[in-house]
């Protein structure tokens, strides 16, 4: 399929918005991420359950006793850069923002299902539900890694069920992932004449769910230690269409497929480790399946990814009763191998850094709910490349010689940073108030 520029397919958030659920990002970049989560780096897989346990580690939210809800907005800004050698940097810079609500909740009552647990939530990024930019060309640069979870609908609806006594919690939830289908139809009108013809445009909008399991398991084996296991199966949205046009001497069959890669899968173990009332440290550390990535073209690069082990910390401290600090970090190594052959992949390993408060609104008189805020800061080491000019097609063929036309030879250099902030609302839910040292459920 040839392009003579880049292919942009946009979904409207209006469109989308009463699917409802949870969400994050699977690999480091806080982007829509519940902001007690997003202030501890993504950590806490382990448990014990929080607002965004429905996606992390469903499992983890056997620990859960009473229903909460969370509503959240966050909003921060990507930046990236592309010089080849000799040439001045190209610098892209791009707003990244959405809103979110979640709600976990026991199952009520007394009955045979009281060892239930159901969670449900949805993230809405500002400007669209679903984006795909397809570059005219194999060659041109691209942040692949954050480029798609920077603009995402998500959503998750999952559960658990509490066993031994609510030592042990098996939990599933699925992930719904939007696609675009486009079928389009031109003809010339019948009816039209010679002097005014009209052409007849036929296009179809579909919007068909993938779906993206979670499984896990957490236990705690010890009162102050909780551990926990999950598996996140890959995400990619796609844009995809037949394009059927046939008007006088015009005879077009053009289709799009287009794959944008969220998540690769995902195998996490976790640990959580409250030695004192006050202070809670977890850590987190998972394979990603990046061997199984997908360009735009629905393809898989030349050379493959790699697959790689990512790590992940936080730490809470309760300062006093209504205010608890957090702080996180976490390191990811690339999975992009040199880039010495066609395509030009920015990346490199990154480090991030968050740090975060959640604050007791009982002096406001709004009894146990508490105002979460974070922000959280992202840093690429400068990646290099430089080209194996053999392994590079000749562009040109009649032209004597070799010619080398892409964008990134014979060496270039790339980085990006990222910064965010959001903030959230956090409400119990029930009569019930919840007991002043529930630590648990009040995070």
């Not at 053009?254 to 998540?263: C, H, R, S």
């Not at 194996?388 to 010619?403: E, M, N, S, V």
Request: proline share 8%; aromatic share 6%.
């Amino acid at each position: 399929m040839t392009r003579t520029g880049a292919i942009r397919v946009r979904l409207v958030v209006a469109a989308t918005v009463a699917w409802g659920s949870a969400a994050r990002a699977q690999t480091g970049v806080p982007f829509g991420d519940e902001p007690r989560s997003a202030a501890l780096a993504g950590s806490g897989l382990a448990g014990p359950a929080g607002l965004d346990s429905v996606d992390r580690n469903p499992g983890a939210l056997h620990t859960l006793e009473r229903p909460v809800a969370a509503l959240w907005a966050h909003g921060g800004s990507l930046r990236w850069w592309f010089a080849r050698r000799g040439e001045p940097r190209d610098t892209q810079t791009r707003f990244v923002g959405g809103f979110g609500v979640a709600l976990v909740a026991p199952w009520p009552g007394d009955g045979p299902l009281r060892t239930v647990r159901l969670g449900v939530g949805l993230h809405v990024p500002f400007e669209h539900a679903l984006s795909v930019d397809a570059p005219p060309r194999d060659d041109v640069p691209s942040l692949a890694l954050y480029e798609n979870r920077a603009e995402r609908m998500a959503v998750t609806v999952g559960g658990a069920l509490a066993l031994l006594d609510g030592a042990i919690g098996l939990g599933a939830a699925i992930r719904f992932v939007p696609s675009l289908r486009t079928p389009t139809r031109v003809r010339y009108d019948p009816g039209s004449s010679e002097r005014r013809p009209r052409v007849l445009i036929d296009l179809e909008r579909e919007l068909p769910v993938g779906l993206a399991p979670v499984v896990g398991v957490a236990a705690q084996p010890l009162r102050a230690l909780h551990v926990g296991l999950v598996y996140r199966g890959r995400a990619v949205m796609r844009a995809e269409g037949s394009n059927d046009t046939r008007a006088g001497g015009i005879r077009l069959d053009d289709p799009i497929d287009f794959a944008a890669f969220v998540e690769p899968d995902v195998l996490a173990f976790g640990v959580s480790w409250q030695p004192v009332a006050a202070l809670r440290v977890q850590a987190d550390a998972g394979w990603a399946r990046w061997s199984r990535f997908v360009t735009i073209h629905d393809r898989r690069p030349d050379p493959p990814w790699r697959d790689m082990i990512e790590a992940r910390a936080g730490v809470e401290i309760d300062i006093v009763r209504s205010i608890t600090l957090r702080a996180g970090l976490a390191y990811e190594p690339t999975p992009v191998p040199p880039q010495r052959r066609v395509s030009n992949f920015v990346d490199a390993d990154r480090l991030l850094v968050t740090a975060g408060a959640g604050i007791g609104l009982e002096a406001l008189g709004l009894g146990r709910a508490r105002l979460e805020l974070y922000g959280a800061w992202l840093a690429m080491a400068t990646a290099r490349a430089h080209k194996d000019l053999d392994a590079l097609p000749d562009d040109d063929a009649q032209t004597p010689g070799r010619q080398i036309r892409n964008l990134g030879a014979p060496a270039w250099s790339g980085s990006a940073t990222a910064w965010q902030a959001g903030l959230g609302l956090t409400l119990p839910l029930g009569r019930d108030p919840w007991p002043a040292d529930d630590d648990e459920a009040s995070r």
